[in-house]
């Protein structure tokens, strides 16, 4: 089947720029509100769908979405305040209709008792932009769909695998000053493989992300699809461990670095949500590898965030200790403290012990894991495990149903991290980490 057109969008190209016009102007006479922000996002999206290997269809999508907050200045018993409110548009409204939404924002901004701040002040008009991955995007998604597909066998395969290509423009504009646009491109990756036994059928669903192309890691990432969902269909349940060795890798090591440092954010240090402060240690006796964790723009056509906040690395661990805080306009504010902005990409040192001596000992390592909780004050770290396999020293035994838990900060103390990484949405560093005598419950 040939590709089809899907447009959600109304708008036309050529009317885009009317669109934010017709915006900034009624926001600019509206005497309801102090200031505005508008975010317009723009994608277009190439979609290819195969079922049983074979291609199935192929999809074009393109849309566009208008999101403005208003913000009002009041007082009340002497104290100042910043309210807001948003509302969001995707198609072009008349200018009675545009008014009136404007109004209710003005009302709804004016019971919202945020302590007071300022817009971010604007520069020069700029525009940000990632090259494209240098193929057609379905000729592009064909070829990545043929590296999945080579790795698969007669009883082993993708049932279904779904690609996006996507490129999105995200553009800033308030009044303060603020235009800014970035376009940005993504190929994402729903898979569902499959292993069909002697007597039974297994799936399993992974989501895969990529910023650029590089056929050996997607090659790396259908064989461990596929080599997941067969030990997926061998898994059994875990007997007789009390305290081993856990190996978390990709997503999860992401997940707890994520974790870890959310309270470290302006906000989590506004609210009181942490006892820490800049200079303390998180890594204690280290008997491990020292912690160096940084946040930074997802590339570099990823030139602000959503405030209208110009981005640039910032460290926030180093060596394990609490180098900054980060955040948002409005709570570094209230810090007195110069934003950060929101910042979409942890980066993480690499560690100094390959994946294969991390593997040498026995030692549980996830494949699916209901999430990881941390928690700083409990002293806490667990999860609740879909799938692993275990290495009792001389063989690997694919299990299930089963949690682990530890001390985060013993767990931080002897931390393991890996040579090897990986590039994820939103994460760079260590592939895998190890967390050292975990409960298994």
Known sequence: MGPRQRRRSIFESEGKDRMIKQLSKALSAAKSITDWLINETTTHSTQAFYVMQKLETTRLADTREYSVIVYKEFSDKGVAYTGSSSFVLSHKLSNADLNKKIEEAAFAASLIKNKRFDLVPGTAKRTWKEKPFGHEPLVLLDKIAGVFFKEAKENLRFNSLELFH????????????????????RVNIEAIPSYDGADDKVELYRYLTYSKIDFDVLRADAKAALSDVTNRYAAKAIKEIAKIDVILRDEDVKSLFESLIEDYSYDSVYRKNTDKVIGDAIQKDVTGEYLDINLKPSSKADGFDRDGVLLSPTNIIEKGVITNYYGSNQYAQYLSLKPSGLLATIAVGKGKTSYERMKKK???????????????????????????????????????????SGNIEKCLSALVMSKETTVLQGYEGPKYILLKNMEIL
């Open 166 to 185: 996507t490129t999105s423009t995200i553009r800033v504009v308030s009044s303060k000053g603020v235009d800014y646009k970035k376009t940005m491109h």
């Open 362 to 404: 026995p030692h549980l390592e996830i494949i699916a894991l209901s999430g990881i909780q941390i928690d700083m004050y409990s002293h806490y770290i667990g999860g609740e495990v879909r799938l692993a396999v275990y290495f009792d020293g001389k063989k690997y035994h694919p299990v299930s149903g089963f949690s682990f």
